[in-house]
């Protein structure tokens, strides 16, 4: 099964805006044809297939008696430019692999597969259009509902794309994207919570001069302020367990080779569990930039771009995931998510969960993406643990 | 005297291809102006003015007796983008003052006002093609002889530049553009040398990551590696007299808020009088750059972008200028030029100095540049100075 699935996730990596990559954005034209392959897969499954007004693709599996609550299995269908073939996808694939094994067998719940059908944020700069429909949001703004009726869809029903209030939770399945199950040899991991996020604008000022003109001594090199902060930054991220800080641009003004720099425009993203000890870290990264910018005889300024509280997973969910891992005799590892993903999103409305799969090489987001057969294995197994708990608690 | 010629700069500083601002590149239309209004005043003077093919303006003002050899005085009448009022033109408009001085009397050499077409390299990312014509170098590739022809001159004439061989030398007049002579009070520099330059180009390679899932201990950062050489190179220069090092562009990769840098390419600019000190000082930084990459894990390459020895001024000049300094009882200061300047191109054909005026600021390259009344009275009469010695020493 494991190896069917993998398949499944390259072929979908077909289907592309971009010949020769993955690129899948937002109602992307190539979105029509993962709907219709999957459409066809889930159909055979047994499964009731239909596209919301959001572009969500839903599958529904049908419990031992009509009306039951459902517990909702996937993740999301878009990717980022030059994606690999796993990131998103994989979710719903193994969600539908799951109501395979199941093998028509009914449980007291019903099962719908989601994909979402937008959570990278590449189409309009806005992440999570999928799943915050999902939840009731407001999320059809003229771009997004032009971009819904060109998919042939109809933005003025998006109310369809709720989740029904009866809903048990959700559980995603996704590759880490990240190094760390793959330095702990193990092949799952439980997200307990999603990091807390905060974005900024840091901003050096000096003076622009003549780089054969002015001596060393009489600089006021905007650059290099920022280096400086830049190594402040990762010095002081490294020494508190758990955060990570990142300056990911830098713009340099001029730019000219023998102009020294005027002007250094850094971000910096800075996420860790604990939303205090975030804060705190941002307040010290700020109080370096101030301090090495008066010693400079320079100039900073900040500017808050995003301030994320960290999302808890769903406590009763996490410990059926547990006890899934466990049961099936992987070794157990809880951990924080630092990247955003739909359960985030999800939680705000019901209990919901996320099962990390180990990423090759921590690589994602790159067409080399990868994920072992044997970690899908256990994916699928944990996942049937899960179902079973879920149908013992139901009892 | 030192009022009209800070005003005759000011003026000239309208002669622009933008309205608002001072942008007048190599034979852009406005340098039809200036050389119309240049060609004004001087013939007033009693001087004979023409363009030569490669659009440099050369006013003669004869000698005593004819055919004596003429002395160069001048600089260069092409700008940088948003430019300030004084350099370049300053030096040829102070040319023509000395002239104006002299009030009809014939010394035994002639004078050559000069006005170099282009200096600055904008138009074509290659400078001194005034400068380097008037040495009788090739400079007039497709696109420059585009430029010759389309400012109605003949770039197959391009020959007629070339200075002639009985030539005295050159004086060229600048404003100094960095802050060392207004740090020591002095009006005026004496450059005994033209610091050599090297450019480099250094990229870091590391390996681009998610910002959330990557932890400090197992990321390549390409920027923080490119932060700390910048904080090296800095430090490192700042601990070698004389020496300038320059990070002046930083160009990082994929440039996202939530991606660590995959690569980093900066550019360095290194100068010293001592090409010897500035060859040992790239080693150095080039070696700190590979020991920190090594350290990180990641790689680092370079490539050289130039190599260009220091220029020592003539010995004699600069003693006549010397002596001119001090036989007007200004203070002495001989310095190194940190920029490149049409003396050291001039320099390679016939005897070449350059006097240094101070910068209000260090400021250079903006329109906030300047030139103090009492400065440029202090050129005038050190100029004249120089005259009279050059007739001494003729006698």
Redesign the interface.
Known sequence: MEHKVIARCRSLAGCTEEPGFTTRTFLSPPMHEVHQRLRAWMEQAGMSVRIDSAGNLLAAYPAAQPGAAPLFLGSHLDTVPHAGAFDGILGVVLGLALVEKLAGRRLKFSIEVVGFSEEEGVRFGVPFIGSRAFIGEEVADARVSDAIRAFGLDPASIADAQAADNALGYLEFHI?????LE?LGLPLGIAESI?G?S?LAVTFQGR???????????RR?A??A???W??AV?RE??ATAG????????E?EP???????GAARA?L?V?HADDAVRRVAVERFLRSARQLAQWRGLSVSSEP?LDQPAVAMDAAFVAALEQAVTGSHYPLHRMT????HDAMVVARRMPAALLFLRSPG?I???PDENVLPEDVAAALTVGMHFLEQMEARLG
Chains 1, 2 share one sequence.
Do not use: F, K
Not at 176 to 180: K, L, S, V
Not at 243 to 250: E, F, I, K, M, S
Not at 255 to 261: D, E, L, W
């Open positions: 880490e994207q990240g190094p760390i330095r990091a996020q974005r622009q001069n003549h780089a054969g003109t002015t001596p060393m001594s009489l090199d650059l290099a920022a280096a400086q830049i190594c990762e991220a490294g955060l990570v800080a990142t300056v990911g641009r830098l340099v730019g000219a080779t023998n102009v020294i720099p971000t993203d996420r771009l998510s630092g990247a955003g921590g994602s987001h790159h």
